[in-house]
């Protein structure tokens, strides 16, 4: 049986986070506990880079410190939200490399594959994985293909149509077209 | 289908037209746009409400494989890294006060037994006027430790209060957490006064609280008393009390 910190200390992160945004200390400090390795593994997977990674997260955590009070649970879970805004920094660090530093990520998209199931998912999180994962099936394999790895190795379109030996705007054309077929069997 | 060269997108024109608001804010989600299409989409992102809640719509889309990546164990040094960003002293270590844990075990706590039950009995009362008193003169480096104590005697918390900073550091003795929920949260109680709470506090990390200026005169009055009660984990700081006791000590003086 694995378990979240989150779970073992009794405290869904939105409890934590709605403490964080009234300035107490050991709510952020629980919070970090619970997640961090989680959006951790985020900034790794999409920086490829132990110092960067490092230094994303800290953007991460102290941008949550000053703005929890900024969270709209509209936007889905304070652990979703967590992870969109962490791959976000973690993007646009990766747009400030030079060009050709981002080359190592055309390699580390290569061994993208899905990977295995964390033990700390929660069950819906995981129901709703499955049905992307089972939209994504239903995408032309070329598309398919595209999408993970510009969603795992945050590469851009230039680097994917290196990557794939395609004109650029065909591979534009597959993302926007697989884009909407998701989009489309997301919500019927 | 072909991959001809120039014009790239031959086999399907939608390739090099802009595309519609949608894709372009599934673009700026899944993060293939360059680093300067990206700028834009991120400059119109903050301006325009529409455009910025389908970035929204299209991240929760694709939020589901975050929790698919693998996580990573984070160095300790992170941590303290990051308290230093924020302006934060660190922690101080814990061994001093686990020593002193023998030494304050339940007899200070048991003697506050009585007037905290006799606080939390009453219905729940306003909070307290402010009061204007701020020590004079900061006491030198003084620093008792409280025992809050468990019901049985054991001890649950030891509170360090630090008068000149107006400070109270809590280390727990590690514990489950409550099967409900409810979380932990820290009362200051002066004589004769009703309880105001301190924030939440943990369960099994050593951490500072830092009591409201106007509170602070309670931490040095003769007969304050600190204690935990078990509470719903929104709202707090609470006006007023309305979970069990958990622990209590009289602040040493």
Known sequence: ?188 | MSARMPPPDEEDSRGSEPPDDDVLAGELALGVLGAHARRAAQMRREQDPAFAAQVGAWERRLAPWLAAVAPARVPDYLWERLCRELGWRPAPAAPSLWSSLVLWRSAAALAAVAAIALWLARPPAPPAPPTAAVPSAPEPAAKPVTTLAHGDGTPGWLASVDRTRGTVLMVPVPAPADSRGRVPELWIIPAGQAPRSLGAVSINKAHTVEVPPDARAALAAPGSVLAITLEPASGIPHAAPSGPVIAKGAITT
Request: aromatic share 6%; net charge neutral.
């Open chain 1, 1 to 188: 049986m694995s378990k979240t910190s989150a779970e073992q200390s009794g405290e869904s992160p939105e409890a934590l986070l709605s403490q964080v945004a009234l300035g107490n200390r050991a709510a952020f400090e629980a919070l970090y506990r619970a997640t961090a390795d989680r959006l951790f593994g985020i900034c790794l997977r999409v920086l490829r880079d132990r110092a960067e990674a490092e230094e994303v997260l800290q953007e991460v955590f102290t941008a949550v410190w000053r703005k929890a009070a900024q969270y709209d649970p509209r936007q889905g879970s304070v652990m979703s939200w967590l992870g969109i805004t962490t791959r976000n920094r973690a993007i646009d660090r990766l747009r400030t490399r030079p060009a050709r530093a981002s080359l190592g990520a055309l390699e580390a998209a290569a061994e993208v594959a899905d990977a295995g199931t964390s033990p700390a998912e929660e069950a819906e999180a995981s129901s709703e994985r499955e049905r992307l994962s089972r939209c994504l099936e239903e995408l032309e394999p070329r598309r398919r293909s595209l999408i993970r790895d510009a969603f795992f190795g945050g590469l851009t379109y230039e680097e994917l149509a290196t990557r794939v030996q395609a004109p650029l705007g065909s591979v534009k054309s597959w993302v926007r077209r697989g884009l909407l077929q998701l989009r489309a069997c997301l919500e019927p």
